[in-house]
C-alpha cells in the first residue's frame, strides 16, 4: 500500500522555524509533482506549495511566499517544507501530497483535486 508520511511538525513561537518531511512508502515519487496543503480547524484545506516533478519549479500560496521553501532530495526520496518566521495563523495540520503521474506537470498544481496521494497530516502550532 502507498503512503505518504509526513513529520517534523510541532509547537514554534511567532517568528520560528519549522522544518517538515514527507516520504514516501511503497513506492516512489522521485519524478512525480509534490505539494504541501494545510487545514486549520473549522477551515478549508488550502495550497502551501508545490514542486515540480524535475524540481525546477516552485509555487507558493500568496501567504508564505517569502516564508516557506519547498525542496526536494531523491536521492533520500523525501520532499520538504521549510517554513520561516511563522505566524499563528500558520497554525494548521500540514499535509503532504503526491501526483501519481511520473514526469507530468500541469497549471493544476494548487488544487487539492489534481493529487492522489495524501499523508495523515502533521500539526503545526505557532504561539507564544
Known sequence: QVQLVESGGGL??????LKLSCAP????F???????????????RDFVGAIAWNGRNTYYAASVQGRFTISRDNAKDTTYLQMSSLKPEDTAVYYCAANGRPFYGSSNYASDGWY?????????TVSS
Open 116 to 124: 492522489d496521494y495524501w499523508g495523515q497530516g502533521t500539526q503545526v
Open 25 to 28: 512508502s511503497g513506492r516512489t
Open 12 to 17: 514554534v513561537q511567532p517568528g520560528g522555524s
Open 30 to 44: 522521485n519524478n512525480n509533482a509534490m505539494a504541501w496543503f494545510r487545514q486549520a480547524p473549522g477551515k478549508q
